[in-house]
């Protein structure tokens, strides 16, 4: 689904009959899909990859999202009605087969959980122009082949390359 004017709310699409054990792509770009992320999003058994771009979600990425672990991909860049108290859940670090968390543009604030670190797929880490301070742990640092887009509020100190800082 990219541009072509769907509305309404996340949950209202999500409802979708027998497809929670199907439904292994969702992808918004771009559509005025509202509301927070449903905890009916964590039904979907198989969903791998979960992109909602450029929309109007509110609320908080909720702490049930560390239950999805056939992600690889959770992309919510652009969704700056998010609540200004949206922290990244430490419950992400349950994803394991993550390969890319695409945050860029969005309303996020908060540091950057040191659980994060027990993501060994990852690849791409954005948190371009979001409010999230403080510095990357460590233990994300240490994660082969990541690659992380950062803000200026961010301190990163990883080696070989692997920061780069969008200021």
């Known amino acids: 689904m990219g541009q072509n004017g769907f509305e309404g709310t996340l949950e209202d699409i999500l409802n979708c009959g027998n497809c ?22 964590f039904d979907f058994s198989k969903l791998s990859i979960f992109r909602v771009i450029d929309s109007k979600l509110t609320g908080t990425i909720p702490s049930g999202i ?21 922290t990244l859940p430490t419950e992400l670090g349950n994803l394991t087969n993550l390969k890319a ?9 908060g540091t950057i959980p040191l659980q994060l670190g027990n993501l060994s797929k990852l690849t791409t880490l954005a948190l371009v122009q979001t409010s999230l301070s403080g510095s990357i ?8 082949g990541l690659s992380i887009m950062y803000s200026s509020e961010i301190t990163c100190s990883c080696p070989d390359n692997k920061c780069q800082n969008a200021a």
């Open 20 to 41: 929670t054990n199907t439904l292994e792509r969702f992808t918004s770009h771009q559509n005025a899909l509202s509301g927070e992320i449903p905890n009916k999003l």
């Open 66 to 86: 560390g239950q999805m672990t056939a992600l690889t991909e959770l992309n919510l860049q652009q969704n700056t009605r998010f609540s200004e108290s949206n």
């Open 137 to 144: 742990a460590d233990g994300i640092c240490e994660i082969d």
């Open 101 to 109: 968390l695409l945050l860029s543009g969005s309303t996020m604030g």
